[in-house]
């Protein structure tokens, strides 16, 4: 049950967090809520990713869990790393324009 409480609170701040994303990132904010949401289901009912590790083929929940987190993880650093390149990108062709128009 303690566990369970401090799951809930992490999983409250992340929403907190979400809520807090304005709606710049709607559907950024939309799959997060959707992930917090199960997560609060799967905290407060854990048999139920046991049921659904047995229908994929899984043998635990909590392996199931981990492959879905494993699967998020890896998504999430792929964003990262091409919003990161885009940036790059962008601030290299603001380097070009500032130096070509500061040619004396």
């Given at each position: 049950m303690i566990i369970q409480i401090i799951l809930s609170l992490g999983l409250a701040?992340?929403?907190?967090?979400?809520?807090?994303?304005?709606?710049a990132y709607r559907s950024m904010r939309i799959i997060l809520f959707s992930v917090i949401a199960v997560g609060f289901v799967f905290v407060w009912i854990p048999d139920i990713t046991n049921s659904i590790a047995r229908m994929?083929?899984?043998?635990?929940g909590a392996d199931l869990i981990m492959y879905i987190w494993i699967v998020l993880n890896l998504l999430f650093i792929l964003r990262l790393h091409i919003k990161l390149?885009?940036?790059?990108?962008?601030?290299?062709?603001l380097a070009r324009l500032i130096a070509l128009n500061n040619v004396d």
């Open positions: 701040g992340c929403l907190f967090y979400v809520i807090s994303l304005g709606k994929v083929g899984v043998g635990r390149r885009e940036q790059s990108e962008a601030l290299t062709q």
